[in-house]
């Protein structure tokens, strides 16, 4: 199994300013993706963080706002630029592990972030 | 702690009975499916998981239903317990491992005790 260390988990921003969220995984992985959870709402897939590569956008999100880095197999950031009362939401990180089962697609506890 | 599923549609049932939570998706390629339960201010969990060549699978007091001719997904909790209480979301991609999850819309879980 993997164990996902998000940090912060939570945090209050003034709009306009950027967060960096980060994602540590205790083991190498291939593959991770960041998700938003707007409040009452489903998780939405933002991108795949590709190691040593940009990141792949879904559709609705751009690197400007979301930049992504992932230097290596454990680890990568999200940072959420210029933000806005918009953006407050639960911002997950995911891994896949073994790809099925308990440890195939495993969650992070997420980053809580309220902009004001 | 950070409120989860205030919109979402919700089930209550009462303890001891058995659950039945529904979800529909959309892309017919999907290959492989899985339920997370999520409590307030946590992750998604793990419950069970279903690849396409299968209709039916069982877990501790969870079954998964599988209708690929209609793309609908179920989950069936057996007498359902006050730990329950959460939002249900089901998940689905096209090459496990590989490729992303696509989230359901949720169902939050209430159980009346």
């Known amino acids: 199994s993997a164990v996902i260390s998000q940090k912060p988990s939570r945090d209050i921003c003034q709009r306009g300013t950027s967060l960096t969220i980060q994602c540590q995984v205790d083991s190498q992985v291939t593959m991770m993706f960041w998700y938003r959870q707007q409040p009452g709402q489903s998780l939405t897939l933002i991108a795949t963080?590709?190691?040593?590569?940009?990141?792949?956008?879904e559709s609705g999100f751009v690197i400007d706002k979301f930049p992504i880095s992932r230097p290596n197999l454990t680890f990568s950031t999200l940072t959420v630029s210029n933000m806005s009362p918009e953006d407050s939401s639960i911002y997950l990180c995911?891994?896949?592990?073994?790809?099925?089962?308990?440890?195939?697609?495993?969650f992070g506890s997420g980053t809580r972030l309220t902009v004001v | 702690g950070e409120s989860v599923g205030l919109h979402l549609p919700t089930l209550s049932v009462q303890e001891g009975d058995n659950s039945i939570i529904n979800c529909a998706y959309s892309n017919s390629a999907s290959d492989y499916f899985i339920w997370y339960k999520q409590e307030s201010g946590k992750g998604p969990q793990f419950i069970i998981d279903?690849?396409?060549?299968?209709d039916k699978r069982q877990g501790q007091r969870v079954t998964v239903l599988l209708n690929k001719t209609v793309k609908h997904l179920s989950l069936q909790i057996a007498a359902t317990q006050p730990g329950d209480s959460a939002v249900y979301f089901c998940a689905e991609t096209p090459n496990s491992g590989n490729t992303p999850l696509v989230f359901g819309k949720g169902t939050r879980l209430s159980v009346i005790a």
């Open positions: 995911s891994v896949v592990v073994s790809g099925t089962g308990l440890y195939g697609y495993t």
């Open positions: 279903i690849r396409s060549n299968m």
């Open positions: 963080a590709n190691q040593g590569s940009e990141a792949t956008y």
